[in-house]
């Protein structure tokens, strides 16, 4: 059996799905990026992360929570919000909805880098005097 073209309507709404696709990531990106960069401010200013031991790890373990609750969250929130249509009081509720699902998200990142963020600094310390990286 030979498959039909699709409709003219079924073109128009694939074409408009992918846009609104797009947008969506795009801001996210874009979100995202700053993020970064903002990591990347607090890396090299003189105080943080300096020390060495623990302070580092529970560095990381904050960072990284409030990063999912306030950031990563919200952005996954939003993203439902203009997924699912919305009114005048709906992204409250979306948002309010979201918060212990973020708090379970931040609390697990939070717990990783607890268990893992010494091995992992350390070999991040590895690298960047090995190849020289993050030098003044």
């Given at each position: 059996m030979k498959d039909s073209a699709p409709s003219p309507r079924r073109l128009q709404?694939?074409?408009d799905y992918r846009r609104r696709k797009r947008s969506i990531r795009l801001w996210q990106v874009c979100l995202l990026a700053g993020l970064f960069a903002l990591c990347g401010v607090l890396k090299k200013s003189p105080r943080a992360w300096r020390d060495g031991g623990w302070r580092d790890i529970l560095g990381?373990?904050?960072?990284?929570?409030?990063?999912?609750?306030?950031?990563?969250?919200?952005?996954l929130d939003t993203s439902t919000f203009f997924m699912a249509g919305f009114s005048a009081s709906s992204p409250l509720a979306v948002y309010l909805a979201g918060v212990p699902v973020n708090c379970v998200h931040g609390s697990a990142v939070a717990l990783t880098m607890l268990l893992f963020g010494k091995p992992l600094l350390d070999r991040l310390r590895r690298i960047q005097i090995k190849y020289g990286m993050m030098e003044p």
């Open positions: 709404y694939l074409r990381l373990t904050v960072f990284g929570f409030l990063c999912i609750l306030l950031v990563v969250g919200p952005l």
